[in-house]
């Protein structure tokens, strides 16, 4: 199982990015997936997260829309798509998958839960 990120960057505010997360070893469509991010000396959190049928999605209140979560099937990739990045969404991004799997619409984005994780990717959001 493993995740592999590519989309980071800098940008200005106002501006947009799309995060990739390429899975091997398994196939994402069976996986609820999230996105998390973390800036030094605070916890990661999570930000975007859709349940493994695609038909459940949860944002945090602040990237409302302005992100969206998708995932392409037949290339076996999640993708973060950021719109109007603000300097306040500066951060690690991560991309993750929960093996065992989440049933409760609740805990969708409870990072706990999540324990296959890509590398993590910088987003910088400045003028």
């Known amino acids: 199982f493993d995740l592999v990120e590519s989309g980071g960057g800098s940008v200005q505010p106002g501006g947009s990015l799309r995060l990739s997360c390429e899975a091997s070893?398994?196939?994402?469509?069976?996986?609820?997936i999230g996105w998390f991010r973390q800036v030094p000396g605070e916890e990661r959190e999570g930000i975007s997260c859709?349940?493994?049928?695609?038909?459940?999605?949860k944002y945090i209140e602040s990237v409302k829309g302005r992100f969206t979560i998708s995932r392409d099937v037949a290339k076996n990739t999640m993708y973060l798509q950021m719109n109007n990045l603000k300097p306040e969404d500066a951060a690690v991004y991560y991309c993750?998958?929960?093996?065992?799997?989440?049933?409760?619409?609740?805990?969708?984005?409870?990072?706990?839960?999540?324990?296959?994780w890509g590398q993590g990717t910088q987003v910088t959001v400045s003028s």
């Open positions: 993750a998958v929960p093996k065992a799997g989440i049933t409760r619409y609740q805990n969708l984005c409870r990072l706990e839960f999540y324990d296959i």
């Open positions: 859709m349940s493994a049928s695609g038909m459940n999605t």
């Open positions: 070893g398994f196939n994402l469509e069976t996986y609820s």
